[in-house]
């Protein structure tokens, strides 16, 4: 069995988005890789697509993938069957590098879903459920525990990717200022139509569409800088 997976860091600045990808076969293996998303487009499923493909470039015999991606999973899966895949599709370079070498060459590969996160330390009702799920559909407590150092891989991967701390840090000051005057300008239009409509029905509508939490801005806090 061997595990893939792809990490995506700062997905919510273009900037500074860094992604990786990992192969995990065993503890130890020398197989065992992790590397940045090396693209223009840094993009999680481009990260799970680029995985798969180098288990799949590099299986020398029989190989059974196991990804979270059901995405990822799906797209790959057609091209096994023989259905080919989008060549307008934005990571289709990778996909053809898939269709090649899963046409020349005779190893059976087969793709297998494993729940993401499952291995998280403070277990839930909810996470403990889809654990049972998984392992009473035929899920392995293994498979469970190798996705989770395929994980831990990519985000190693996705950490080799050289970046400016600073900018980031002042990014995610200036998002949370922003966010910050958002709320605290809400509050004050509110305050405002309380101020007109006193205590009647109109002003608890508007606070019931609102429905904003009460927000403290006496003091700002910024995010550490890494």
Same mark, same amino acid.
């Not at 499923?45 to 995985?51: G, P, Q």
């Not at 470039?57 to 059974?64: K, P, V, W």
């Not at 057609?78 to 289709?92: F, Q, S, V």
């Given at each position: *069995?061997?595990?893939?997976?792809?990490?995506?860091?700062?997905?919510?600045? *273009? +900037?500074? +988005?860094? %992604?990786?990808?990992?192969?995990?076969?065993?503890?130890?293996?020398?197989?065992?890789?992790?590397?940045?998303?090396? %693209?223009? /487009?840094?993009?999680?499923?481009?990260?799970?697509?680029?995985?798969?493909?180098?288990?799949?470039?590099?299986?020398?015999?029989?190989? !059974?993938?196991? #990804?979270? !991606?059901?995405?990822?999973?799906?797209?790959? /899966?057609?091209?096994? @069957?023989?259905?080919?895949?989008?060549?307008?599709?934005?990571?289709?370079?990778?996909?053809? /590098?898939? /269709?090649?070498?899963?046409?020349?060459?005779?190893?059976?590969?087969?793709?297998?879903?494993?729940?993401?996160?499952? *291995? @998280?330390?403070?277990?839930?009702?909810?996470?403990?459920?889809?654990?049972?799920?998984?392992?009473?559909?035929?899920?392995?407590?293994?498979?469970?525990?190798?996705?989770?150092?395929?994980?831990?891989?990519?985000?190693?991967?996705?950490?080799?990717?050289?970046?400016?701390?600073?900018?980031?840090?002042?990014?995610? %000051?200036?998002?949370?200022?922003?966010?910050?005057?958002?709320?605290?300008?809400?509050?004050?239009?509110?305050?405002?139509?309380?101020?007109?409509?006193? *205590?009647?029905?109109?002003?608890? !509508?508007?606070?019931?569409? !609102?429905?904003?939490?009460?927000? #403290?801005?006496?003091?700002?806090?910024?995010?550490?800088?890494?």
């Amino acid at each position: *069995d061997s595990y893939t997976d792809g990490s995506l860091l700062n997905p919510e600045y *273009d +900037a500074f +988005a860094r %992604a990786g990808w990992a192969l995990y076969i065993s503890e130890g293996n020398p197989a065992n890789i992790y590397q940045p998303l090396k %693209a223009t /487009q840094q993009t999680i499923f481009r990260a799970e697509l680029r995985a798969i493909a180098h288990a799949i470039t590099h299986a020398r015999t029989r190989i !059974c993938i196991h #990804s979270d !991606c059901k995405g990822a999973i799906t797209t790959v /899966q057609r091209i096994l @069957d023989g259905n080919g895949y989008n060549p307008t599709h934005e990571d289709a370079d990778i996909l053809y /590098q898939i /269709q090649y070498v899963t046409q020349t060459n005779d190893t059976l590969f087969i793709l297998r879903w494993v729940p993401a996160h499952l *291995d @998280d330390e403070e277990e839930t009702d909810t996470t403990r459920k889809k654990k049972q799920h998984y392992i009473k559909t035929g899920g392995k407590q293994t498979h469970i525990d190798g996705n989770a150092k395929a994980d831990e891989l990519a985000k190693r991967g996705a950490n080799m990717h050289t970046y400016n701390q600073t900018r980031l840090y002042l990014a995610n %000051a200036r998002k949370d200022i922003t966010n910050t005057v958002q709320h605290m300008m809400l509050e004050i239009w509110t305050s405002e139509k309380l101020h007109m409509y006193g *205590d009647g029905e109109t002003a608890r !509508c508007l606070l019931d569409e !609102c429905n904003t939490p009460a927000v #403290s801005y006496t003091h700002l806090t910024l995010p550490t800088k890494a």
